[in-house]
């Protein structure tokens, strides 16, 4: 929060990384570098980390994966459009203003910044799609190191694993290889002033909110105003509080969890996840397209999901992390060097499945195909997606739809490709394989109807995961609040106040999606987000569903009540 010390101290407390930078003579040092930048979570060429196998998913194993741009995904390198072209204009001038910051003259800035966006050109050319990404087994390639060094001679495997802090391993998974076989002649290719710029832009914008102002500024209105289409950054102290959560999540969880989430709600929560559990174990059973023998093991890798509710178990010990008062820039660093080492760390053990993605406090939810469990923190738990004092009804609508939408991520185009143990395995027959895939096509091809901005159309395969889950999610939500009603009576036609109970499920719901949104961030979304923009996580849902059209008197025909209508789940 003192800007005032942060403004004054200038680049000093980032001296030492821009010196290592400086000190690169020769290709042969650039593995160290590259290998002390993985530590510190600077974007530079690649990523390595560690990752449950696909095919066992009891252990942990290294994996290598591209990396290294500064947009966000390959696509923004090759468009040809002319919102295209513009933004790539202002990311040179960006990187020209962030190196003019650093102390070059503006013209040479300019054109050292237009030399990085080459060389970043050339990593987004050999670099997979998103939506090509989407399918595992396009990214899951069991190499040994020696194959892979043998492919990518000038980054010295072997020291660039070890001087990055990861255990000896002698096979990992490569999750792009034709990305790794182009990288070696690309980087010998580049002159060393380019990339030496290269990383220096990406350690400047790497923490730029830990620099004097002008650094963050000009951060911001690239990546926050001309990418995003924010006008104003937000204020510093919530700024900080999301790097605290980032870097402390569970100590701040363990704080939030004993203020925000005590009493029963943990066991209120878990009461509706089984009830929606038991939901689509009858949604299976019932299905007229899927065979008895398909049946069988769906429902079993039903039964083998596990739910993890609030909070973790055991929380994370961060005694080892050194917090010093007054050193912005160095707890930021140190931060990033203990997840860095935390998560190398579990290289060559047994999955821990007890581990959470998110932090407590954290407003989200996900499914993990690996673990196959399906996980809510404390933050979501909270009004207005679930709120103990509201109707069932209007629960089922908001945090039900959600519990739905993660447990029908199992069974997504992605999810389905898992059995119950988290293995990347085929549990279908073929037939059955294909009838789903004419279920998810009717999606992809449904939302890739929606224009999202301007002519912008929603991309159907980038989203099907997303929407599948959307659209599996509230259906079991529904399921689960009629048998609710059933149990207690509760005639779901019959008005309480303004709404019937069904009519406020859906209010329920689509409150969930309530966004404001600018033209840019909508385009920013479609073009880089597996998750439609709002407006179609509502009303692209809820046409598919007759029990809306019941609900709001739609006839068929109207917009809100289509003739042909996609369903998967």
């Given at each position: 929060?003192?800007?005032?010390?942060?403004?004054?101290?200038?680049?000093?407390?980032?001296?030492?990384?821009?010196?290592?930078?400086?000190?690169?003579?020769?290709?042969?040092?650039?593995?160290?570098?590259?290998?002390?930048?993985?530590?510190?979570?600077?974007?530079?060429?690649?990523?390595?980390?560690?990752?449950?196998?696909?095919?066992?998913?009891?252990?942990?194993?290294?994996?290598?994966?591209?990396?290294?741009?500064?947009?966000?995904?390959?696509?923004?390198?090759?468009?040809?459009?002319?919102?295209?072209?513009?933004?790539?204009?202002?990311?040179?001038?960006?990187?020209?203003?962030?190196?003019?910051?650093?102390?070059?003259?503006?013209?040479?800035?300019?054109?050292?910044?237009?030399?990085?966006?080459?060389?970043?050109?050339?990593?987004?050319?050999?670099?997979?799609?998103?939506?090509?990404?989407?399918?595992?087994?396009?990214?899951?390639?069991?190499?040994?190191?020696?194959?892979?060094?043998?492919?990518?001679?000038?980054?010295?495997?072997?020291?660039?694993?070890?001087?990055?802090?990861?255990?000896?391993?002698?096979?990992?998974?490569?999750?792009?290889?034709?990305?790794?076989?182009?990288?070696?002649?690309?980087?010998?290719q580049t002159d060393m002033a380019i990339l030496r710029n290269y990383l220096r832009v990406h350690l400047l914008d790497s923490f730029a909110s830990r620099l004097p102002e002008a650094f963050d500024d000009e951060n911001f209105d690239f990546y926050g105003r001309k990418l995003s289409g924010i006008p104003q950054m937000e204020v510093r102290w919530k700024r900080c509080v999301s790097a605290t959560n980032a870097a402390l999540g569970e100590a701040l969880g363990k704080v939030y969890v004993n203020k925000y989430f005590a009493g029963n709600s943990k066991q209120q929560t878990l009461d509706m996840?089984?009830?929606?559990?038991?939901?689509?174990?009858?949604?299976?059973?019932?299905?007229?397209?899927?065979?008895?023998?398909?049946?069988?093991?769906?429902?079993?890798?039903?039964?083998?999901?596990?739910?993890?509710?609030?909070?973790?178990?055991?929380?994370?010990?961060?005694?080892?992390?050194?917090?010093?008062?007054?050193?912005?820039?160095?707890?930021?660093?140190?931060?990033?060097?203990?997840?860095?080492?935390?998560?190398?760390?579990?290289?060559?053990?047994?999955?821990?499945?007890?581990?959470?993605?998110?932090?407590?406090?954290?407003?989200?939810?996900?499914?993990?195909?690996?673990?196959?469990?399906?996980?809510?923190?404390?933050?979501?738990?909270?009004?207005?997606?679930?709120?103990?004092?509201?109707?069932?009804?209007?629960?089922?609508?908001?945090?039900?739809?959600?519990?739905?939408?993660?447990?029908?991520?199992?069974?997504?185009?992605?999810?389905?490709?898992?059995?119950?143990?988290?293995?990347?395995?085929?549990?279908?027959?073929?037939?059955?394989?294909?009838?789903?895939?004419?279920?998810?096509?009717?999606?992809?091809?449904?939302?890739?109807?929606?224009?999202?901005?301007?002519?912008?159309?929603?991309?159907?395969?980038?989203?099907?995961?997303?929407?599948?889950?959307?659209?599996?999610?509230?259906?079991?939500?529904?399921?689960?609040?009629?048998?609710?009603?059933?149990?207690?009576?509760?005639?779901?036609?019959?008005?309480?106040?303004?709404?019937?109970?069904?009519?406020?499920?859906?209010?329920?719901?689509?409150?969930?999606?309530?966004?404001?949104?600018?033209?840019?961030?909508?385009?920013?979304?479609?073009?880089?987000?597996?998750?439609?923009?709002?407006?179609?996580?509502?009303?692209?849902?809820?046409?598919?569903?007759?029990?809306?059209?019941?609900?709001?008197?739609?006839?068929?025909?109207?917009?809100?009540?289509?003739?042909?209508?996609?369903?998967?789940?």
């Open positions: 929060m003192d800007t005032a010390v942060i403004n004054a101290d200038g680049l000093k407390p980032l001296q030492s990384e821009l010196d290592r930078i400086d000190a690169l003579k020769d290709k042969k040092q650039l593995p160290a570098l590259i290998a002390h930048y993985q530590k510190i979570s600077v974007e530079a060429f690649f990523d390595l980390g560690s990752m449950q196998d696909f095919k066992d998913a009891t252990k942990e194993i290294a994996v290598v994966d591209q990396g290294g741009l500064g947009l966000p995904e390959k696509g923004y390198y090759l468009r040809s459009d002319a919102k295209s072209v513009k933004l790539r204009q202002e990311y040179v001038q960006h990187m020209a203003n962030m190196l003019h910051l650093y102390g070059e003259p503006a013209d040479k800035a300019m054109t050292d910044a237009e030399a990085v966006l080459a060389l970043e050109t050339s990593l987004a050319k050999v670099s997979m799609g998103i939506v090509e990404r989407r399918d595992p087994y396009k990214t899951y390639h069991i190499e040994t190191l020696t194959s892979l060094a043998s492919t990518d001679p000038i980054l010295d495997w072997s020291a660039l694993i070890r001087d990055a802090g990861a255990p000896t391993i002698e096979t990992l998974n490569v999750a792009n290889p034709a990305y790794f076989q182009a990288l070696n002649g690309i980087i010998e996840v089984k009830a929606i559990e038991a939901a689509m174990n009858k949604d299976l059973t019932t299905l007229s397209w899927m065979s008895p023998e398909t049946k069988v093991k769906a429902i079993q890798k039903l039964d083998l999901i596990t739910n993890k509710i609030g909070y973790p178990d055991k929380w994370r010990d961060y005694s080892k992390l050194i917090i010093k008062p007054g050193d912005a820039l160095g707890n930021s660093v140190r931060a990033r060097e203990f997840e860095a080492a935390r998560q190398l760390n579990k290289i060559n053990k047994p999955v821990d499945k007890q581990e959470w993605e998110m932090s407590p406090p954290t407003v989200n939810a996900y499914y993990d195909p690996s673990m196959n469990n399906i996980n809510f923190p404390a933050g979501i738990l909270q009004p207005a997606f679930y709120d103990r004092t509201a109707p069932p009804e209007v629960n089922y609508g908001h945090i039900g739809a959600v519990v739905g939408h993660e447990l029908t991520h199992g069974f997504d185009d992605q999810g389905s490709l898992f059995d119950g143990n988290g293995n990347l395995k085929n549990w279908w027959t073929p037939e059955d394989k294909k009838q789903f895939d004419a279920r998810t096509a009717c999606i992809a091809n449904e939302y890739s109807g929606f224009v999202a901005v301007d002519t912008l159309h929603v991309n159907g395969k980038l989203t099907l995961g997303e929407n599948t889950a959307d659209n599996g999610g509230i259906r079991l939500a529904y399921m689960a609040m009629e048998a609710y009603a059933h149990q207690h009576n509760v005639d779901l036609a019959k008005k309480m106040g303004d709404f019937t109970p069904e009519q406020q499920f859906f209010i329920g719901y689509a409150q969930n999606w309530c966004t404001n949104a600018r033209p840019e961030f909508i385009r920013l979304l479609v073009q880089s987000d597996p998750h439609s923009p709002d407006q179609f996580r509502a009303n692209g849902v809820v046409q598919n569903m007759p029990e809306f059209a019941h609900a709001f008197s739609c006839k068929k025909g109207q917009p809100m009540a289509p003739v042909d209508r996609c369903r998967v789940w």
